[in-house]
């Protein structure tokens, strides 16, 4: 090979490494620049859909749920609208919230918004109200949230970048309702704990905001609906559902899509500048 022909090898594998190199980079910041969400309890109810939403967004989602099968299930149904991967955990346990962070850090690379949507409902007469249901209801919806909000924020500082909680809080966190006690008092604790996180962590660049849906038919309204009915023989199936949702004034039930519409404004970039809001997303049925 002569002089000549040497140069030209040298000079082309040489673009060759600096393209080579330049894509790596590129392909390196893409990954890293998509923004990575966890939704908890995210199997099916409005937190599928608020993962279904986020994943459209181009989030990269980590679902999450207690059950391990119907977050499988899930995870299948959202494959083909972007990354998404699953952790099994339970909302209650802090370590279980830790693990849940770690393992979205791990799978994705960061994090930057994490959703405390799992919930459960508590349906009996304020005489009836025992230890076991307070304990439960608390652990999962109050405790989740603070045992959420902390693993995130954590994560938040350790990565030096702003973050985003939302979460789950309801009518029932400005509103209290008959045999709806238990769990009208859990998301009352949601909304202060979302405003003292608030306060105490936007110097850090981390927003803590809720969204409080109204009357959505999920599981969980199928399961109030039926508890109604037993505390009151007097109601048919399906007529507690009826009476709270006839009340809506823009005339028909919530959906996930009507949830999630909100959760990705508050997980996007034009929410900036609001933190500590418990906003309402009910069609109209409590004002305040
Ligand atoms: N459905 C409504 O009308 C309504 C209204 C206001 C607020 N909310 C709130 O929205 C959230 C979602 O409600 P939904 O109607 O989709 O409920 P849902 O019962 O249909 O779904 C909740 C999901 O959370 C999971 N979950 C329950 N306990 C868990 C735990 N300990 N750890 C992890 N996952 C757990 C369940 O397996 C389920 O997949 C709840 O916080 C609820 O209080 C719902
Ligand atoms: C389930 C819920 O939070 C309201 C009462 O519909």
């Known amino acids: 090979m002569c002089f000549k022909e040497q140069k030209a090898l040298q000079w082309t594998r040489g673009s060759a ?57 899930t995870e299948t149904e959202l494959k083909d609208l972007g990354d998404v991967a699953s952790f099994v955990g339970d909302v209650s346990k802090k370590a279980d919230q830790e693990a849940l962070v770690a393992a979205a850090v791990e799978k994705f690379g960061q994090l930057n918004v994490f959703v405390n949507n799992a919930g459960v409902e508590a349906v009996t007469p ?52 008959e045999v709806l006690g238990t769990y009208s008092a859990s998301k009352h604790a949601v909304k202060a704990f979302t405003h003292v996180a608030a306060k105490e962590l936007a110097s850090k660049h981390i927003t803590v905001n809720a969204y409080c849906p109204g009357v959505a038919k999920t599981k969980m309204w199928d399961r109030i609906d039926a508890e109604m009915v ?59």
């Open 230 to 288: 037993k505390a009151d023989p007097s109601l048919k199936p399906g007529e507690p559902f009826a009476k709270f949702s006839g009340e809506i004034a823009l005339g028909r039930y919530e959906t996930p899509t009507d949830v999630a519409n909100l959760v990705h404004f508050l997980a996007s970039e034009d929410s900036d500048y609001i933190t500590g809001q418990t906003i309402l997303v009910d069609g109209g049925l409590v004002y305040n």
């Open 17 to 73: 490494f600096v393209i080579m190199f330049l894509l790596v980079l590129y392909l390196g910041g893409m990954i890293m620049s998509k923004k990575v969400a966890v939704v908890t309890g995210s199997a099916g109810g409005l937190g599928k859909g608020i993962a279904e939403r986020l994943l459209k967004d181009g989030f990269s989602v980590m679902i999450h749920d207690i059950s391990q099968d119907a977050l499988t299930k």
């Open 126 to 177: 304020f005489l009836k109200i025992d230890e076991s249901e307070l304990e439960r209801t608390f652990k999962i919806n109050v405790f989740g949230t603070v045992y959420g909000t902390q693993a995130a924020a954590e994560q938040f500082i350790k990565q030096g970048t702003p973050g985003k909680i939302i979460n789950a809080c309801s009518i029932a966190g400005h509103e209290a309702y």
